[in-house]
């Protein structure tokens, strides 16, 4: 993944170990050219002090960066090493999600790392947790690390989608990236598939009709379609993985048994009321698979086009 060059890191002062931090020098690791900014938001109490005059309020703002900087190049320290370019950076935000986007979208990154948070159920429906908001708006490739190790030889799976046919270039684009990070960790590329059977009410009223048989033709036409694509793309049928059952249960079932170490995945970076009923799969799964997440969605996908 040469490509990626400058590296955007989110640090969490909270954390015992930072995990982006890590996973980008595992980037540095293979391409010294990598210049990775550690970035540490603090909320912005600007609109809180009413009672400051707007020279106190900027010389107030100025220490609190100044102690931030100071505690944020601590806890870089650690995991400085020779010929690595990381540079420490705070900024205010009173959302920590948007002033992510907005540190993407105002200066040339070409990747976001950041460690995974846990969030509930009622997350999901009442909250927009800081990981779903940037994979639905950032403008960049996302890393969504995980605590393990990064070794080489792992296992690489790609999630392909062949649900309709836009989905097609996204597939090819996920595997291109895969094929980047595969070329310089030595890794092996699986292919992994869903096919859910979501039967019509109606064909269970049809007089001697058998379920399984709708099932295994499901099942497949799945099968047919992503063994295609291997084909086309070199890569071997053993590598190949399907099972029936949703994206949510199959993915990260099979990322399991394979001993992922990195998931590609695109986002269809859905928003709203949509995105509560329908949801998205990468964020459906991003607490079940235990590995990377490298997810693009629709505005890194076009990038890519």
């Given at each position: 993944?040469?490509?990626?060059i400058?590296?955007?890191?989110?640090?969490?002062?909270?954390?015992?170990?930072?995990?982006?931090?890590?996973?980008?020098?595992?980037?540095?690791?293979y391409?010294p050219?990598?210049k990775?900014?550690?970035?540490?938001?603090?909320?912005?109490?600007?609109?809180?002090?009413?009672i400051?005059?707007?020279?106190?309020?900027?010389?107030?703002k100025?220490?609190?960066?100044?102690?931030?900087?100071?505690?944020?190049?601590?806890?870089?320290?650690?995991y400085?090493?020779?010929?690595?370019?990381?540079?420490?950076?705070?900024?205010?935000?009173?959302?920590?999600?948007?002033?992510?986007?907005?540190?993407?979208?105002?200066?040339?990154?070409d990747l976001?790392?950041?460690?995974?948070n846990?969030?509930?159920?009622?997350?999901?429906i009442i909250?927009t947790?800081?990981?779903?908001?940037?994979l639905?708006?950032?403008p960049?490739?996302?890393?969504?690390?995980?605590?393990?190790s990064?070794?080489d030889?792992?296992?690489?799976?790609?999630?392909?989608?062949?649900?309709?046919s836009?989905k097609?270039?996204?597939?090819i684009?996920?595997?291109?990236?895969?094929?980047?990070?595969?070329?310089?960790?030595?890794?092996?590329?699986?292919?992994?598939n869903?096919?859910?059977?979501?039967?019509?009410?109606?064909?269970?009223?049809?007089?001697?009709?058998?379920?399984?048989?709708?099932?295994?033709?499901?099942?497949?036409e799945?099968?047919?379609?992503?063994?295609?694509?291997?084909?086309q793309?070199?890569?071997?049928?053993?590598n190949?993985?399907?099972?029936?059952?949703?994206?949510y249960?199959?993915?990260?079932n099979?990322?399991?048994q394979?001993?992922?170490?990195?998931?590609?995945?695109?986002?269809?970076?859905?928003?709203?009321?949509?995105?509560a009923?329908?949801?998205?799969t990468?964020?459906?799964i991003?607490?079940y698979?235990?590995?990377?997440?490298?997810?693009?969605?629709?505005?890194?996908?076009?990038?890519s086009?």
């Amino acid at each position: 993944m040469k490509k990626y060059i400058n590296l955007l890191v989110v640090i969490e002062p909270k954390r015992e170990r930072q995990v982006a931090l890590s996973r980008a020098i595992e980037f540095a690791r293979y391409n010294p050219q990598v210049k990775i900014t550690a970035l540490r938001l603090v909320y912005d109490f600007s609109y809180d002090l009413h009672i400051l005059n707007k020279n106190k309020e900027s010389k107030t703002k100025e220490d609190v960066q100044d102690v931030h900087i100071h505690n944020l190049e601590k806890i870089i320290a650690p995991y400085a090493k020779d010929n690595v370019n990381i540079e420490p950076k705070v900024i205010f935000a009173k959302d920590i999600g948007q002033g992510i986007v907005k540190e993407m979208m105002d200066n040339k990154y070409d990747l976001l790392i950041k460690g995974a948070n846990n969030h509930g159920i009622l997350d999901s429906i009442i909250f927009t947790p800081i990981d779903w908001y940037v994979l639905r708006n950032s403008p960049l490739p996302v890393i969504i690390a995980k605590e393990h190790s990064w070794s080489d030889g792992g296992n690489i799976v790609v999630a392909l989608d062949f649900t309709t046919s836009s989905k097609k270039l996204t597939n090819i684009i996920l595997l291109r990236e895969a094929q980047l990070l595969s070329t310089i960790t030595g890794g092996t590329i699986h292919l992994v598939n869903s096919a859910p059977v979501l039967m019509p009410t109606i064909m269970l009223e049809v007089p001697n009709y058998a379920p399984e048989v709708y099932t295994e033709n499901v099942l497949k036409e799945h099968k047919r379609r992503l063994e295609d694509f291997a084909r086309q793309h070199n890569i071997p049928l053993e590598n190949c993985h399907i099972a029936e059952g949703m994206p949510y249960d199959v993915i990260p079932n099979l990322c399991k048994q394979l001993n992922a170490k990195t998931v590609f995945i695109g986002s269809a970076g859905r928003q709203g009321v949509s995105a509560a009923l329908i949801g998205n799969t990468c964020e459906e799964i991003v607490d079940y698979i235990d590995a990377d997440l490298i997810v693009l969605n629709q505005k890194t996908l076009h990038k890519s086009a």
